[in-house]
């Protein structure tokens, strides 16, 4: 994507210039099959965008290229599309959610109030942002409900196994009606896949959080305007300075944290 916005790590980005972002998403082997962590734009996204796809993908410019789609880079990693038994959503929006009818066989989770705000839209943000051509096949949902249980001192659902992985809900509710973080545990260790919880690292980062003042605008702008609620920040922070050596928190679309992420995955 390359959206006006804030300023990245990269140096690109500002109020008045076009940044760089992508759609983070996470591809797990289960020792069960496999899961996705959000699913990025789907193929019919690319190949046969809905207007309501193309409008949102110009406004951010999103390259819409199929060989970027969750499906197409399953395959190439020799897999079959069908391996892919579970996905969890962090919210259902068309970037994040657009990869549904790629995997039709795939359990779906989310958060309940989350799947209930994509059937049965209320706002006109709700109206454009959840896509019924994302539904339309009849996911096979699994709703969860993120509370009763605790990790890492925030409120959460309880942990899901699948094969030998760990999956929790944490929500991070106000950018959409069910937003959650999704918490992978790897090892001793968990991933947090925040979503849309924040859109920028400096935003969650306890050592240098965000002072630009273009990019303080365009804060304003988005904390308003997509209810993105700040106190998440503050949580995140507070997560990263308690607990940064087991918790690797990132979001969907900052470019920098997702090439951190690559960069470890080609060490290990
Ligand atoms: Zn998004």
Known sequence: ??????????????????????VHCLLLDTGDGLALVDTGWGTRD????TPAVRQFASIVHAALDPEETAVRQV??????????????????????AGGLPDFPQAIVHASASEIQAFLHPRTL?????YRPEHRAYGPKWQAH?????????????????????EI???????????????????GDRWLLH???AYGYCRQADPVQPYVHPSGRLVEWMVTTGFK????????????????GDLVSAFCTHDAHEFGIARRSNRAR
């Open 75 to 96: 395959c190439h990693l020799g897999y079959n599309p069908s391996d892919l038994k579970h996905i969890f959503l962090t919210h259902l929006h068309l970037d994040h």
């Open 194 to 196: 925040c979503g849309d």
């Open 228 to 243: 993105l609620p700040r106190k998440h920040w503050l949580t995140l922070r507070r997560l990263q300075e308690e607990h």
């Open 46 to 49: 690319c190949t046969d965008p």
């Open 125 to 129: 943000v709700e109206w454009r942002a």
């Open 1 to 22: 994507m390359r959206p006006y916005g804030l300023p990245q790590e990269d140096g690109t980005g500002g109020a008045f210039k076009r940044g760089y972002g992508v």
């Open 168 to 186: 929790v809900f944490v929500p991070f509710v106000g950018h959409t009606r069910g937003h959650c973080a999704v918490a992978v545990r790897v």
């Open 145 to 165: 409900t993120p509370q009763g249980s605790q990790w890492f001192g925030l409120e959460s659902a309880p942990p899901i196994r699948i094969g030998e992985t």
